[in-house]
């Protein structure tokens, strides 16, 4: 009787479901691992994108600074290039130090990956992720690379002391950031880019051919306007500024930085001068359609940007009485 009653058990356990109950758990055990393994993928693969994003992926045009006795380089896009060479222009021209540019750059760094983006926390836009709701303007102002960094120097000259205060510290002051400390990690290469595009690292920065981002009309012209835009009026001789051909003609700039017509002195402000320009219109060279960059008897062109500043043929560092900009049209 007994043993009649074991396959009966049996079966009634099978069909009741306690018996069944242990494989199906093994089953959605195996379809759990499966959704953590895809979930672990595509993670992996918005990490790649994220990166070939802020990068430009391995071959893309890119921009690299190394100073002299520098172990390592600075690499990045020649949009952010020219977001960096932007925020430091517009410290130029309201006569801001070293330590201004550096602390920006470090925060448009931790912020916006220094890509002009529309989108951000809540309301956040921009370079700086400036909110319109905390008063910072509007959406298309605060998008003008321009505007936002002025506005940022503006808040930063009011906190007291600022050069001297830690850069996080000082960043945090201008943006209320719920991760302040985050700003810390950007300092070296903030600082290392400061370097190039004010002028005091000569030649810092190299950047590769890029060509054209957009459908919009470069040109000599369009070189003229974003210089007077980003780095005042006085940038430029009052006829080359007011959109004349100027010294530098129909396809070419020429920005004096010597005085009374005399060559910069290496190492002089009017070098520095020189430099910061020139590092500029490297940056941008893309957007304005830029060929050629000439200063202190070095050249760099487009069709040869690979091999970065060369010496120009019969030039010298004492030939540094301006800048040479020439563009494609």
Known sequence: MVRSMVPTLSAALQYGGLVSA???FAVRRTRLWRFAAA???LLGLAG????QYITGGPGAPHCTVRAEGDEEAYELSPEQAANAATISAVASSRGL???????ALATAMQESGLHNIE??????VGLFQQRPSQDWGTVRQIMDPVYSAGEFYRHLAKVPGYSRL???VAAQRVQRSGYPQAYAKHEANAARLTGALTGRDPGAMTCTESRPEDSRAGGAAAVREKLVREFGAGVLPRTDAAGGRGAGGNRGVTVPVGQGGQAAAP???GARRGWELATWAMAHSAELRIEQISYAGRTWTADDAGKGWQNRPGGSAADGRDVRIITAQ
């Open 48 to 51: 790649y994108l994220l990166v």
């Open 97 to 103: 130090p070293e330590r201004a540019v550096t602390i």
């Open 39 to 41: 979930f672990a993928v």
């Open 166 to 168: 830690p850069l996080t």
């Open 22 to 24: 242990r494989p199906a």
């Open 267 to 269: 190492g002089s402000e």
């Open 119 to 124: 989108f951000g926390d809540r309301d956040s």
